[in-house]
């Protein structure tokens, strides 16, 4: 924050151009982003409602169009939009949505990537060294169709484990390839807490798949 | 290791994955990463595994199918700029 603010220039037009009636450019927005928002929307919300809170979402956008300055991605904005509708229909339906990243902020804290047994007690010559070290995993060929099929599975249930702003930062930045900067704008959080929180939540993924490959390996 | 890199141990390195990754840390941190895994097995696989896991999870974003056609949208915004911006009530 302060110093020059970076203006999404293009961004800021196609949300004037929509603003001023161009139906091609709202066409052009939908397909680029229609998809992000409804997986977003079925994260954030149970199946049932989420496809109406996209629809929500996107008009809310529609009528803010004009307000949009381009201070942040479009396609940030659109998140910031969709999480809060999620959250306003999950005061009603059930909370999954945290209301304020302030019950994020101990998340993460003092959580190691990994258990201290894997490593060497600090007390010992070799203390802070592996003592079980993790072994490299078979790279699937993305042919590989049931073995991408139990990773996916996999991943999704490790997903659905992680503390809701880890998620939440996990899904904008790995999964929907949002840069630091937006998902910090999307969820209102300061860059260094986004960071722990990625680094928290691609620990716990990590994990998981070890788990995974060691139950594989063994069979 | 060299004697700069005493102090990063493999408990320390696999807490800088991320970062080095995202390539945030300063040249003489990720150069002392970098000589660490040369002579770590245990951490090159570590680092190994976060790369695959991370482009695994970027594949998630295949797994949904499309979600409201596209039609409907259409026809929201034909609405919104008809001054009409209600969805018709079921």
Partial sequence: VGGEERIWHDDLALAQAIAAGDEASFVALVSAHQNMLSRLARRWLVESIAEEAVQEAWLVALRSAGRFEGRSSIRSWLCGVLLNVCRARDRIERRTVPASSLVDEAEGDAEPALHPHRFIRSSHHWGGHWRIPPVAWPEPSPEDALLNKELAERIEAAVAQLPPGQRDVFLLRDVEGLSGEEACNVLGIRDTHQRVLLHRARSRIRAALEVYFDQAGGR | ?90
């Fill in chain 2, 1 to 90: 290791m060299t004697g700069d890199d005493l102090d990063l141990m493999c408990v320390r390195v696999v807490e800088l994955v991320t970062d080095y990754m995202l390539d945030l840390l300063s040249a003489e941190e990720q150069a002392a990463i970098e000589r660490h895994l040369i002579v770590c097995p245990g951490c090159d696989a570590f680092f190994s595994q976060m790369r695959v896991s991370v482009r695994w999870s970027a594949a998630l974003r295949g797994q949904a199918e499309a979600g409201t056609p596209p039609e409907s949208l259409v026809e929201l915004y034909r609405k919104w700029k008809a001054g009409k911006p209600e969805p018709e009530p079921k």
